[in-house]
């Protein structure tokens, strides 16, 4: 078994990096940065991201297993003091592997075609004030957005952004992707959807925007400046990305965990609703 392995890069994941190649070594696993079979973070869910954008070209080869140092998180699901439980399970059998859907992001210039993976969410927003920009679907013209800008997310990015914008959290086994505005003007001359929409795999969005306008392309945590943009086009990509799962994590205890309880010694208490 080889693994990768990336950290935040505060003390603690450090240290806990440190933990972990010492029982790696015990167990015969070998890291190797290149070509391994398993990408560990230690850090967050910020951390994971990281990790995928940097084995972004082995995405199919390889499963990603997160560490989180602090809150549980919706990738990171091993605590800090789990690192022997998963050294040992790593060394004893293969993990279980699920994938979830990726972004296809096609960004059309007048200099040539860029196209980009995302796993949680591609955003759009305009460097200089207030978006315009004309959404077609199927090639068909939808919608002209006015407003602060466009989110499209994945079923596992749509616990991020996209939920605080009002979108739809939908489970990543649905191969979908996900539009939602952000700060959308809406009045007697100016009207969206004013909700978020969700459009299957053999579906795609094209958004077009005025070539002179300087926008603000974000591809998960990464952030571009971009220019004579002819056309971005978002698709469910054909690549999927793959977890490693030593033990069940079933995706609603994360969403009720993160957003609906709370764990007191161990067990996950549910806020009382109010009378």
């Not at 591609?122 to 207030?130: A, D, I, Y």
């Not at 616990?159 to 996900?178: C, D, M």
């Not at 603000?216 to 086009?233: C, N, P, T, Y």
């Amino acid at each position: 078994m080889k693994y990768a392995l990336l950290n935040r890069g505060d003390q603690l994941s450090r240290d806990l990096t440190e933990q972990f190649q010492a029982l790696a070594r015990e167990k015969g696993l070998t890291r190797d940065d290149s070509e391994p079979d398993i990408v560990l973070s230690i850090g967050g869910d910020g951390t994971l991201l990281q990790a995928f954008h940097r084995f972004r070209d082995r995405v199919g080869q390889v499963a990603f297993v997160g560490v989180h140092t602090g809150h549980l998180g919706f990738y990171a699901d091993w605590k800090k003091d789990e690192l022997g439980e998963l050294v040992e399970l790593m060394a004893a059998r293969k993990p279980n592997v699920v994938s979830y859907p990726l972004l296809k992001v096609e960004i059309v210039t007048d200099g040539g075609r860029s196209v980009y993976l995302a796993l949680n969410e591609f955003t759009l927003k305009s460097v200089e004030g207030t978006l315009v920009a004309q959404v077609n679907i199927n090639d068909e013209p939808f919608e002209m957005f006015r407003g602060d800008g466009i989110v499209v997310s994945t079923p596992t990015g749509s616990t991020g952004y996209n939920k605080s914008v009002n979108g739809a959290v939908i489970h990543p086994s649905l191969e979908a992707l996900q539009i939602a505005e952000i700060a959308s003007i809406n009045n007697r001359v100016y009207r969206t959807l004013g909700s978020s929409a969700i459009l299957p795999k053999h579906h795609h969005c094209d958004i077009v925007t005025d070539p002179d306008e300087l926008l603000a392309i974000g591809i998960d945590h990464l952030v571009m400046q971009f220019k004579e943009v002819r056309s971005i086009i978002c698709s469910v990509a054909d690549e999927k990305v793959h977890f490693a799962r030593y033990r069940p994590f079933p995706f609603w205890n994360r969403v009720r965990e993160a957003f609906i309880g709370w764990e007191q010694d161990g067990q996950v208490v549910t806020k009382k609703r109010p009378r």
